[in-house]
């Protein structure tokens, strides 16, 4: 993959790789089981996250989407000292209050992110379809600009993504879940679909493979397949190991080839082989 260039978009002057680093294996949030997830937190190091994110930004996934967390902030620093790569950070703060949310912010700006989107927690308890408004948006937004961060918003709402555009509010990028499963939308997926296409600010796409839901082939080209050229999909990544895996399987889709994998084999698939003796008539 040495001669491989990770398509981007330009957001405000950054640009983007339409692959961009997800955290939620880095940190333990699995969306699945306890036990995974506590699995998850027991196996992962500042240096093993950091030798993900090397993988990672070798590719061109110049990008991470993460919360204020001390295991990714120390990873990260681990990264940029041993390969000298720096990693733009759209980072997602939250708070019981606005208040408590502009005090995160400026914690963003501490740790120099590019980009600050509220999380969906903050977002979607104050989003009000009728008066078409997310309440105190504006306020924060202008708080971003002037702790000198791009602002955007976090949403698990669609509805969101249609009101932001509608008040005509400062807002960069939208952060959204969408895959081929439905998994965390609270629509149907062609409806969200129609509402990524139809926004003219990007979309980071998250849960793209349903929290491991969904194989890699099938997450990935469900999403770049449906969405616009400049919205980006976001990839969480267990271990170096799938990162060069899954960074091959994008690869073959950006160059529209068919994509080959090593395939997983077990008994049961023996007779899918089609390298072994035919025993009959043709």
């Known amino acids: 993959m040495s001669d491989f260039v990770m398509p981007s978009i330009d957001i405000e002057g950054h640009k983007i790789g339409r692959l961009v680093i997800g955290t939620n294996w880095f940190l333990g949030f699995s969306h699945q089981t306890a036990a995974r997830s506590n699995w998850i937190r027991d196996y992962q190091t500042p240096e093993r996250i950091a030798g993900v994110l090397a993988v990672c930004t070798a590719s061109g996934m110049n990008t991470i989407v993460a919360p204020i967390n001390d295991l990714l902030i120390e990873a990260m620093a681990i990264h940029e000292a041993e390969t000298g790569r720096h990693i733009t950070s759209i980072l997602t703060p939250s708070g019981p209050s606005t208040d408590e949310l502009l005090t995160n912010i400026d914690r963003c700006a501490e740790l120099g992110a590019e980009f600050c989107l509220p999380h969906t927690s903050w977002t979607d308890s ?62 149907e997926t062609d409806w969200i679909a129609n509402v990524i296409r139809r926004t003219p600010k990007p979309v980071i796409i998250i849960k793209s493979l349903a929290a491991g839901r969904l194989n890699p082939i099938t997450g990935l080209t469900f999403v770049f397949n449906t969405c616009k050229d400049t919205d980006v999909c976001c990839l969480g990544l267990l271990c170096e190991e799938e990162a060069h895996e899954d960074l091959e399987i994008a690869r073959q889709l950006f160059a529209s080839d068919n994509v080959e994998v090593e395939l997983q084999y077990t008994r049961s698939k023996a007779a899918l082989v089609d390298d072994r003796p035919c025993k009959g008539g043709g």
């Open 126 to 187: 104050r989003l009000h379809i009728v008066n078409t408004e997310i309440t105190d948006y504006p306020r924060v937004a202008a708080h971003i600009r002037d702790c000198g961060m791009i602002p955007g918003l976090s949403t698990h709402r669609p509805e969101a993504i249609v009101v932001g555009d509608k008040a005509e509010y400062d807002i960069a990028t939208y952060i959204q879940p969408y895959n081929a499963l439905g998994f965390l939308c609270s629509v």
